[in-house]
């Protein structure tokens, strides 16, 4: 640990905490201005992240980051539209704090109710993934929160950049000098020494692959929620509408297999699985992907990519146009399947039995649980949180894409009119 690195993530917290502080006093038309301001900056300056965005895929290159992980990395026109669009959602939501929760009059007269209001600082470390970088502070911003991001190496310069642009804009519109914190370093103790930061930071949300969830939770000195890692299941069952889901199971794989809510492992009942595996394969096959099939599917296939399924590959977070393929006799199985090698992200049936739905729906162990339709509905703007700082696949104290509201807590507020206890 170098002392400037070390210096830097102590310091960035601490002037978060002091800003922090200071953001009580902003209101929501300020900090919905910020966002409005971000999210205009940001289409406007395309040229300019693009222009740092196109070297630094090529150093990733060079570097051997191929697949996913480059797919992530990459910025367009379109994507960075798509972000101004998840900031401009943000700040269209309803004002998460200084809302009112169980206001009651007790009988000696006193009311006593629960009042929301931020958690104070955000620290995210997060893999090289620079739309991230918006999203987080987007959140963090409109529910008046203070953030600390520590950016991946590989899209360190992406990230950087597009924090410059929020920090640029959230400080014009009036919000505390400070309330962004972005970290310049790369320098790898720099995680340790933000993880020793508990003092300032007051809940920590890593984003990225299994190494990077393990060390924040055996190291951090500050509350942490972590997830993201999606191990998905879709589970065609006996009663299905096979078109659907061929339908359902394509998109789910295919649509952005690099992300973590798509499709790892399809389980297909055995009572379809001579109509739907040859039918789905021959889809699947049409766009790239690789089958790893159990016996009982590999003699399904018929002429499409197909290898046979290794033990591990069950347990794997493909993010790749590769998918496990298993037949299984009952909804038991599939289900018993899923309680072994699933991650607790996403998991979806297709059927169109109501009780088979129903009991699914109640026993699948998931942050998000799908009848007929897509795991890549598992994300924040989908469900109408404008973006998400995370998908966690925690129970304590948010589940699921963490929004607005999972970076809010309460304090109690007791109003009186000279009231003594006796």
Not at 47 to 74: C, K, S
Not at 124 to 149: M, Q
Not at 212 to 240: K, S
Request: glycine share 10%.
């Amino acid at each position: 640990m170098t002392a400037t690195a070390q210096s830097e993530a102590i310091t960035k917290a601490t002037l978060a905490r002091k800003a922090g502080r200071r953001m009580s006093r902003a209101t929501a038309d300020q900090r919905n201005g910020a966002l409005e301001r971000i999210a205009v900056a940001l289409v406007a300056g395309t040229q300019r992240i693009l222009d740092v965005n196109g070297p630094e895929l090529e150093r990733a290159q060079v570097n051997g980051v191929t697949g996913a992980f480059l797919d992530r990395m990459t910025l367009t026109p379109q994507r960075i539209e798509g972000i101004a669009r998840d900031v401009r959602a943000v700040a269209a939501l309803p004002d998460p704090l200084g809302t009112y929760d169980e206001l009651t009059t007790r009988p000696n007269g006193l009311q006593i109710g629960r009042v929301r209001v931020p958690l104070g600082v955000i620290g995210t470390i997060y893999e090289s993934r620079p739309n991230v970088t918006v999203d987080i502070a987007a959140i963090c911003l409109k529910s008046g929160n203070a953030v600390v991001l520590r950016s991946g190496t590989d899209a360190h310069a992406s990230s950087s950049i597009l924090a410059s642009i929020v920090t640029r804009e959230a400080e014009a519109a009036g919000l505390p000098e400070g309330i962004v914190q972005f970290i310049e370093s790369t320098d790898r103790a720099e995680v340790g020494a933000l993880l020793r930061a508990g003092e300032a930071i007051d809940l920590m949300i890593p984003r990225g692959g299994a190494d990077l969830m393990r060390r924040v939770r055996d190291e951090a000195t500050m509350p942490v929620v972590a997830g993201g890692i999606g191990v998905c299941h879709t589970y065609v069952d006996a009663e299905a509408n096979l078109e659907m889901a061929r339908d359902i199971v394509v998109n789910a794989k295919t649509a952005r297999p690099s992300v973590c809510n798509a499709m790892d492992t399809l389980l297909v009942h055995a009572g379809v699985a001579e109509a739907f595996v040859p039918l789905v394969a021959e889809a699947l096959d049409a766009r790239g992907v690789i089958l790893h099939v159990d016996e009982r599917a590999a003699r399904l296939v018929g002429g499409a990519r197909h290898v046979p399924v290794e033990p591990d590959d069950y347990d794997r977070e493909w993010l790749s146009l590769d998918c496990s393929v298993r037949v299984v006799a009952s909804v038991d199985e599939a289900l018993d399947h899923i309680e072994v090698h699933g991650s607790g992200h996403s998991e979806a049936i297709v059927t169109d039995g109501y009780a088979t739905s129903q009991r699914f729906l109640r026993e699948a162990d998931a942050a998000a649980v799908f009848v007929n339709a897509s795991t890549y509905f598992n994300d924040g703007a989908q469900f109408g949180l404008g973006c998400e700082v995370g998908i966690s696949t925690q129970k304590m104290h948010a589940r699921g894409p963490m929004g607005l509201r999972e970076l809010t807590s309460y304090k109690w507020i007791v109003l009186g009119d000279g009231h003594i206890r006796t």
